[in-house]
């Protein structure tokens, strides 16, 4: 017994392992991807579109995957999503490197870097999904919010030791972090085969009988609210990094060594505003929405007058700080305003939202970027000013504690 009880915390750990291994090699691969772009003679808004293209098929396959874990079981479709992730970040480095030695340029070169990172999204998007319902399998109902937590955990902590790796490694080439990724997450992928094993399972609502309309006034404003914060964030960050390089003239190198900086206090904020600040007694979804956005709203503001790196440092500390604020409130005033039987539904259409404003945000905050350098920002603050609003009314009227 005591042997079986060992086998599934080992089992645990690893998926959390594997949570943050992609963690990781998600936020190295966003931190060197503005020098990396530049390096291989590609403009500002392919990269946008490249990550569009991968957020659209992530937004798109999640729920796909989602249904399928139900039907193959939690074990195989983690599995898929965790060498999927592997196989198509080091494709992804690869391209990339054919584009630093001259053996691909121009538009097969932004064709192929395309194909891999939407190969990676497809596949890897299996991955949230079974690792959230393997963690719903293996705790009790008391012991859900606290498993769910620690998932969250374990991707904020790869988002913070992914930048600071990133600056780190970046000194052996802009490529080496990203192979070095893939290779952490090969470790976990073998790690969970030899360990992983079917969880048992509850009874659980049979696929396809819950269906929620995305307009249901009991949980929209919080849709909404998501979708239009990971928008206005998602153009900041996609473009900032050509920002930091244009603005204080550095290399790709330094750029990628101070943007990682950047990220990794935003991530570090973000861990203590989910930390400490959610936990605190009388933290309604509403309040912490009510919090975070005035936040993210300075941070977008007060970026273009960042006259100095450590001052841009401390705007992208304000970016995470509103994040670790604003994601757990509108996921719980969502949660809240259904049953039961409808968490499943409304959870899928909660988890879309970061993806979903990755698909627009990245195109349409390169392209104003191109214009000018300060459009990116303040469009995105102007999106995030009638919300401050919107979220105060709307969400008075839902019904949420």
Not at 88 to 96: I, P, Q, R, Y
Not at 97 to 125: D, E, H, K, T
Not at 287 to 312: D, E, Y
Request: net charge positive.
């Amino acid at each position: 017994m005591r042997g079986e009880e060992w086998r599934e915390r080992l089992a645990t750990r690893l998926v959390l392992f594997s949570v943050l291994s992609v963690g990781i090699g998600q936020s190295m691969t966003f931190a060197l991807l503005a020098p990396l772009g530049r390096e291989v003679g590609l403009s500002e808004v392919r990269i946008g579109v490249i990550i569009t293209c991968s957020s659209l098929a992530f937004t798109l396959a999640s729920p796909i995957w989602g249904r399928t874990c139900d039907r193959w079981g939690r074990r195989p479709v983690l599995l898929i999503g965790q060498f999927g992730y592997t196989v198509g970040c080091a494709l992804f480095a690869t391209v990339f490197l054919f584009g630093q030695r001259g053996l691909l340029v121009g538009l097969p070169l932004f064709l192929l870097a395309i194909f891999s990172r939407v190969l990676m999204a497809l596949l890897m998007s299996a991955a949230p999904s079974a690792a959230s319902a393997y963690m719903a399998d293996t705790t009790s109902a008391g012991a859900r919010v606290a498993g769910m937590g620690r998932l969250g955990s374990a991707r904020t902590l790869g988002a913070i030791l992914g930048p600071a790796l990133s600056g780190l490694l970046a000194a052996l080439g802009l490529l080496a972090p990203i192979y070095i990724a893939a290779g952490i997450s090969l470790l976990a992928t073998l790690l969970l085969t030899v360990v992983l094993r079917e969880p048992p399972r509850g009874v659980t609502t049979k696929v396809g009988e819950i269906r929620l309309r995305l307009f249901d006034r009991r949980y929209f404003p919080y849709i909404l609210i998501g979708f239009v914060t990971f928008l206005a964030f998602s153009m900041m960050s996609q473009t900032v990094g050509f920002y930091l390089q244009d603005r204080f003239v550095l290399d790709g190198r330094a750029t990628a060594q101070a943007l990682g900086l950047g990220m990794m206090v935003s991530s570090i904020l973000s861990l203590f505003s989910q930390s400490v600040l959610v936990r605190r007694a009388g933290m309604t979804p509403r309040r912490l929405m009510n919090l975070g956005l005035p936040v993210l709203l300075t941070g977008l503001v007060a970026l273009p007058f960042a006259g100095s790196i450590p001052w841009l440092v401390v705007c992208l500390g304000l970016h995470g700080l509103a994040l670790g604020l604003i994601s757990p409130g509108f996921t719980a005033g969502a949660s809240l305003s259904v049953g039961a039987r409808e968490q499943g539904a409304v959870g899928g259409l909660v988890s879309a939202c970061p993806a979903a404003g990755f698909v627009l945000g990245p195109v349409l905050g390169t392209g104003l970027y191109q214009w000018h350098p300060h459009l990116p920002y303040f469009c995105a603050a102007l999106l995030i000013l009638p919300l401050l609003v919107y979220g105060r009314r709307a969400t008075q009227a839902a019904p949420v504690p």
